[in-house]
């Protein structure tokens, strides 16, 4: 079976987020001094093929953990449903 993955990866809060800073400032230089904070991170689209939705997640979380996030720097989210 076919399932697609939506995965979020984002510094930790503790981590400076210099890209982040650099749009805030951005932003306020464009009048807009209501946004209070900005943060960059990563978005990724999956296709996976598994077995059931279960299995599905297992690999997500694998990849995620072994290649696809910086698990000192980042966190990550995600979320699997039925291509």
Do not use: S, W
């Not at 464009?30 to 209070?36: D, F, R, T």
Request: aromatic share 4%; net charge neutral.
């Amino acid at each position: 079976m076919k399932y697609k993955a939506e995965i979020d990866i984002m510094p930790l809060k503790e981590i400076l987020d210099p890209q982040g800073k650099a749009v805030k400032l951005g932003l306020k230089n464009l009048g807009l001094p209501e946004i209070l904070d900005a943060r960059i991170g990563k978005h990724i689209t999956l296709e996976i093929e598994a077995e059931n939705k279960g299995a599905a997640e297992e690999k997500v979380a694998f990849a995620c953990k072994k290649l696809l996030a910086n698990l000192i720097m980042e966190d990550f989210k995600y979320k699997v449903t039925e291509a």
